[in-house]
């Protein structure tokens, strides 16, 4: 929890200081829907990857929602 108020603290004082730095605030919503569409899109493919199994008969609904999570836990630490 604290590293997700540590990282939205950044952002937002990113999101204001880059144009005292020179930065584009325009480049900086980009940079970051760009990432967020990355992380929806990988958590599709792998709720995809979760239903395909099912259908093929592994009905193991504990291991799958873990590994979900921890992907999920590793796509937010990757970008820091």
């Not at 569409?37 to 504990?62: K, S």
Request: charged share 15%; proline share 2%; with cysteine.
């Amino acid at each position: 929890m604290r590293a997700c108020s540590l990282r939205a603290s950044i952002l937002l004082w990113l999101r204001f200081a880059s144009p005292i730095f020179g930065g584009s605030a325009s480049l900086f919503e980009f940079e970051l829907y760009f990432w967020l569409m990355i992380f929806v899109g990988y958590m599709v493919v792998n709720t995809q990857e979760m239903i395909e199994r099912a259908h093929l008969g592994d009905l193991d609904y504990v291991k799958h929602p873990l590994t979900l999570f921890t992907d999920f836990i590793a796509v937010l630490f990757a970008h820091t």
